[in-house]
Nanobody
């Protein structure tokens, strides 16, 4: 089982990034997917989630209107489009696959928002 995040980097405030998480080794379309993040010195927090067939999406309040989660089950990939980035969005971003009986995590990708 692998979840591999990509797309992180250094970006200026107000700009955008799109994160990707490529899955392998499990039935991707049967899993709800989420993005979490962990800033230095803080606990990991949930960012956004999408159901297994992509019909429902959910967001943490501070991300609503700025972040969009989506998935492509044919490509076994989940995305996080992040717009209007702020310095407080700086964190390591992780994707998570959850089927209520099993849960998998990626290794994370660093996002740094700074001028």
């Amino acid at each position: 089982v692998q979840l591999v995040e990509s797309g992180g980097g250094l970006v200026q405030p107000g700009r955008s990034l799109r994160l990707s998480c490529a899955a392998s080794g499990f039935t991707f379309s049967s899993y709800d997917m989420s993005w979490y993040r962990q800033a230095p010195g803080k606990e990991r927090e949930w960012v956004a989630g999408i159901t297994s067939v992509g019909r429902s999406t959910m967001y943490a309040d501070s991300m609503k209107g700025r972040f969009t989660i989506s998935r492509d089950n044919a490509k076994k990939t989940v995305y996080l489009q992040m717009n209007s980035l702020k310095p407080e969005d700086t964190a390591v971003y992780y994707c998570n696959a959850d089927s209520f009986t099993r849960s998998y995590w990626g290794q994370g990708t660093q996002v740094t928002v700074s001028s």
